[in-house]
C-alpha cells in the first residue's frame, strides 16, 4: 500500500492563463519506491500560518484592517485559509514533480489578498493540508484505491514576491475594489455630474475634498 510524502520544492507566477493563477512545485514520493502509482486524484486546503513570521511595524499598520492594533493580536492573529485546490497526478513510480496551482484573487473583500497585500518583503508561511484518493498496482497487478490519509501536508515559506509578480502579470499597475450597488450607484452619478472622464478622477476628486476639509 502506497506511503506518499509530500515537499514543495519551489513557487512561480503562471503567466498564461485565463485567470491569476500561482504554482507551487509539489514533490511527490512513495515508498515502496517500485510500486507504480497509477494516478491520484489530490485535494488541498491551503493555510497561511500568519504566526509564524515575524512583522515590522509599518507592516503591522498596512495590517490594521485585518488583525486589529498590535495590542490585541496575542488575540486576533489566527491561521487563515487562502484557497483550495485540485490535482490529478499522472503515473508514476518512486516520486515525480507537479504543478500545483493556486486561484488568485484580488478582491479586498477576501482576508488572503489584504494580506498578501499589506507585505511588501519578506516569506508568507503556508501549509498544506492534502488528501485524495490514490489508484495503484498490487504485487499481483490488480489496480487497488486506496485514501490519502488526511494526516498528510507540506509547509512552505513563499516569497511575498511570488504573490506580487503575479498580480503584477495580470493586473499591471492596477487593484480592484467591489462596492456594494447602492455604494456604486452613488458613486456613478457623482463621478457623472462633474463630468470625470475616470473613476480614478472621481476617487481623486472626492479624496482631495475629504482632505481639504481634514486641514481647515
Known amino acids: 500500500m502506497p506511503d506518499l510524502s509530500f515537499r514543495i520544492e519551489g513557487a512561480e507566477a503562471v503567466h498564461y492563463a485565463a485567470s491569476p493563477l500561482l504554482a507551487l512545485k509539489l514533490r511527490i514520493g512513495n515508498v515502496p519506491a517500485e ?9 488541498c486546503q491551503v493555510q497561511i500560518e500568519v504566526t509564524r513570521r515575524r512583522y515590522t ?3 503591522q499598520a498596512r ?12 488575540r486576533t492573529l489566527r491561521s487563515m485559509l487562502w484557497t483550495h485546490a ?4 499522472p503515473p508514476f513510480t518512486g516520486q515525480t514533480l507537479i504543478d500545483l496551482q493556486l486561484p488568485c484573487t484580488y478582491d479586498f473583500n477576501v482576508s488572503a489578498a489584504k494580506y498578501f497585500y499589506a507585505l511588501r518583503d519578506g516569506e508568507v508561511p503556508l501549509c498544506l493540508l492534502l488528501s485524495g484518493t490514490v489508484f495503484y498496482k498490487s504485487g499481483d497487478g490488480n489496480l487497488q484505491v486506496a485514501q490519502v490519509p488526511w494526516e498528510k501536508e507540506a509547509t512552505y515559506r513563499m516569497s511575498i514576491r511570488v504573490w506580487q509578480e503575479v498580480m503584477d502579470h495580470y493586473y499591471p499597475n492596477s487593484a480592484w475594489l467591489s462596492l456594494q450597488k447602492d455604494a456604486f450607484d452613488r458613486l456613478y452619478r457623482y463621478k457623472s455630474a462633474r463630468g470625470l472622464a475616470t473613476w480614478e478622477q472621481a476617487l481623486d476628486s472626492l479624496l482631495s475634498s475629504i482632505e481639504e476639509s481634514v486641514v481647515e
Open 63 to 74: 495590517l490594521t484592517d485585518l488583525f486589529g492594533e498590535p495590542g490585541r493580536w496575542n
Open 86 to 89: 485540485n490535482a490529478l497526478v
Open 57 to 59: 511595524a509599518q507592516d
Open 35 to 43: 510500486e507504480h502509482i497509477h494516478a491520484i486524484m489530490l485535494r
